[in-house]
């Protein structure tokens, strides 16, 4: 089991950045595939970014493409989102997922697929 906690939400004006951080619990962080996702007021949560347990496989949200990246630091057991260029609608609350499935696959980009979520950090982006 793992436990997440998410950082680094806040107040930034449109074309900003902000870099959140997921720091995860326990000894095999290395062997869970990681995903950001997002809800806003009244609306769905839905998919941000994924990175595959091995790191080969990356998948990004067509709305977040060449503006959002994910990497891990399986040292520090902390997967992080570098949001650049950041819009009003990239307003939510952001999410860190993680499940120990192996590979690639579109099950990345589901919510439902991920066993272990974190509590959520507040992006903002003012106009």
């Known amino acids: 089991q793992v436990q997440l906690v998410e950082s680094g939400g806040g107040l930034v004006q449109a074309g900003g950045s902000l870099r959140l951080s997921c720091a995860a619990s326990g000894r095999t962080f290395g062997r869970y595939a990681m995903g950001w996702f997002r809800q806003a007021p009244g609306k769905e949560r839905e998919f941000v970014v994924a990175?595959?347990?091995?790191?080969?496989?990356?998948y990004y949200a067509d709305s977040v493409k060449d503006r959002f990246t994910i990497s891990r630091d399986n040292a520090k057991n902390t997967v992080y989102l570098q949001m650049n260029n950041l819009k009003p609608e990239d307003t939510a609350v952001y999410y860190c997922?993680?499940?120990?499935?192996?590979?690639?696959?579109?099950?990345?980009?589901?919510?439902?697929?991920?066993?272990?979520w974190g509590q959520g950090t507040q992006v903002t982006v003012s106009s």
């Open positions: 997922a993680a499940d120990l499935r192996v590979g690639g696959g579109s099950w990345l980009r589901i919510p439902g697929q991920y066993a272990y």
């Open positions: 990175l595959s347990m091995s790191g080969v496989t990356t």
